[in-house]
């Protein structure tokens, strides 16, 4: 028998609620189950509703689930909003302190009544662990491996000192306890440890700074902006060990010039922002165009314009990472579909824009930022470093002369670096020479920017091939790009299940756009649906321009909430019809 476990942790904000999903995940994986856990939370410090899911499988998981298991639910709130959503009575249990939340829920089979604060005070003397004691709740419920839980407390609290941490296993081992002698027998879940893991557990911005520190990245510089301050905290705190200078700009324009002067020394650098940032930092984008320095952005879209919902999740900046910037110059993008691509693909990214001498933006999201999965660890041993045409001291000394912007096949000269060498590294932000002096002759200009506009093809052969699934008998193909590859992935399968199979095409390097390749999945399929989180179908508007191929139906999400598998089986259900 498969697990499909789905726990959801909801409160105000403050509750502890992201502690508690973060601590119950690592123990589910250290059990040797495979953990996805989202975030749903307001953009504010107190109060509000905030809840988590955390959803624990024997298979591979990269999407939540709309159907929630335990329900462990700190305020009323969270039991009225979201008891449409639990399981049958059988497997379904709300977990909560009556005598706090007056749920109404007395006289129904799903409620266990846990004395949380009680149990708290008497354990430990601190009321305050009265989350830590519902923790141990959910887990003593379903018979879970008390140790696991213990030992993941430990680890996480043993930097406030031995008797933090202890109390911790106390309150939760309080709440295990009363759970396992009072759950009765109308819920019949069990969750049994399964054999060690070694799978690692993180999120999608978490796994963008690893791969760039990974990727030999030693600067980066921000302006805190949710949902990318994820990247620059994670950076502060490790980079240390990989020697990174992390810098919190007073503004996003001047993260992007110091950036940009960073490329252009030669150092490896990236920015991160989100939407309202990235609009700030477009003339720098085009200054690292027109000065061919390599850059690297991570736009983290969320939902606008202007604050729209900070904290919210959406795929609305397609075409605004395409266009931002005046003028033309080549870019490349990429998408990550979960965490493995979002490390892989930050190492590409770096190695392209040197390779290139180009900006070169990584699309994220919320559902992509904040979400924590288990992963296999990464083969460090597959990562390569390639810096391109860049000149050492030696090959530049040895030259009679030197010219930043030779014209050549490619588009990409020869690169040396500031005092490296005896070579004059010049550039110019106005159009230029070969030798980097401005400009204002006709055909300077019309020879310079054919010259950059010649590394798209470069470019273009270095993008992997979009992903496809196919499956015997398919007449529908799911398009999607981006964060939502998980949920695409599942809905393929429960389709098939159901006997309606589909093909999925997934880019998750979506500029050059590969139009060969994505034109001959789209016309070998007798129906193409569009799946994006956004309101227009920007990749299905992008598809038609790039090969003539219009969308036959989209499935279009904006409320700022990611795609279930669920919710697009539906989707594709009422299309097929």
Not at 207 to 221: D, H, Q, R
Not at 328 to 339: D, K, Q, S, T, V
Not at 497 to 508: F, Q
Request: a neutral charge.
């Amino acid at each position: 028998m498969t697990v499909d476990f789905n726990f959801m942790i909801g409160g105000e904000a403050g509750q502890g609620i992201q502690s508690v999903s973060f601590i119950l995940s690592k123990a589910m994986m250290r059990g040797g189950y495979y953990v996805y856990s989202d975030q749903d939370f307001e953009s504010r410090i107190r109060g509000g509703h905030s809840f988590s899911r955390v959803r624990v499988r024997d298979r591979k998981v990269r999407a939540p689930s709309e159907e929630v298991s335990i329900l462990l639910a700190l305020n009323k709130d969270t039991v009225d909003r979201h008891l449409d959503e639990m399981k049958p009575e059988g497997e379904a249990l709300v977990i909560l302190d009556e005598r706090t939340v007056r749920s109404g829920l007395a006289d129904k089979g799903i409620m266990l009544d846990v004395p949380l604060e009680q149990l708290a005070i008497q354990s430990t003397a601190n009321r305050i662990m009265s989350n830590t004691v519902a923790l141990g709740a959910a887990l003593g419920a379903v018979e879970y491996d008390f140790d696991l839980l213990a030992g993941v407390l430990r680890q996480e609290f043993s930097r406030h000192g031995e008797k933090v941490a202890e109390d911790n296993v106390k309150a939760a081992r309080a709440g295990y306890d009363y759970a396992l002698q009072h759950r009765g027998k109308k819920f019949g879940q069990r969750l049994k440890a399964r054999r060690a893991s070694t799978k690692i557990f993180l999120t999608g911005h978490e796994a963008v700074a690893f791969g760039a520190m990974v990727a030999g990245c030693k600067f980066v510089a921000g302006y805190p902006m949710t949902p990318t301050t994820s990247i620059l905290e994670y950076v502060a705190q490790k980079g240390r060990d990989f020697g990174v200078k992390v810098i919190q700009t007073e503004d996003e324009i001047s993260a992007i010039n110091m950036v940009v002067g960073a490329g252009y020394a030669g150092v490896r650098a990236m920015t991160a922002t989100s939407g309202g940032g990235f609009c700030l930092m477009v003339e720098g984008l085009s200054l690292a165009g027109m000065t061919e320095t390599p850059v690297v952005v991570v736009l983290g879209q969320r939902p606008g314009p202007a604050i729209g919902l900070p904290t919210r999740t959406e795929q609305g900046e397609l075409w605004f990472a395409l266009h931002a910037g005046h003028g033309e110059f080549p870019r490349a993008i990429l998408a990550p579909g979960g965490i493995d691509d979002a490390f892989w693909l930050t190492i590409k990214a770096f190695n392209l824009a040197e390779k290139y001498q180009s900006p070169v933006i990584i699309l994220t999201d919320h559902d992509l930022a904040d979400s924590y999965s288990t992963v296999e660890p990464f083969d460090l041993s597959q990562v390569t470093i390639d810096r391109g045409e860049l000149l050492s001291e030696q090959e530049v000394n040895q030259l009679t002369a030197y010219k930043r912007h030779l014209i050549t096949d490619s588009g990409v000269s020869p690169r040396a670096l500031p005092l490296v060498g005896k070579a004059l590294v010049a550039t110019d932000s106005d159009e230029h020479n070969e030798e980097g002096h401005s400009i204002e002759d006709a055909e300077t200009r019309r020879q310079m920017v054919l010259k950059r506009m010649r590394k798209l093809d470069g470019l273009r052969s270095e993008l992997g091939k979009p992903r496809v699934h196919k499956k015997r008998g398919a007449k529908i193909t799911l398009v999607g790009w981006g964060s939502t590859y998980g949920a695409i992935k599942e809905a393929q399968e429960l389709l098939v299940a159901e006997g309606l199979p589909v093909n999925v095409l997934h880019l998750n390097e979506i500029w050059p756009f590969p139009a060969d390749d994505v034109a001959l999945i789209l016309r070998g399929s007798k129906k193409n649906i569009f799946i994006e989180s956004n309101a227009t179908g920007q990749l299905a508007q992008l598809t038609r321009r790039e090969t003539g191929i219009k969308a036959d139906a989209t499935i279009l999400k904006f409320d700022g909430r990611p795609f279930s598998a669920q919710y697009i089986v539906n989707g594709v259900k009422k299309e097929a019809s």
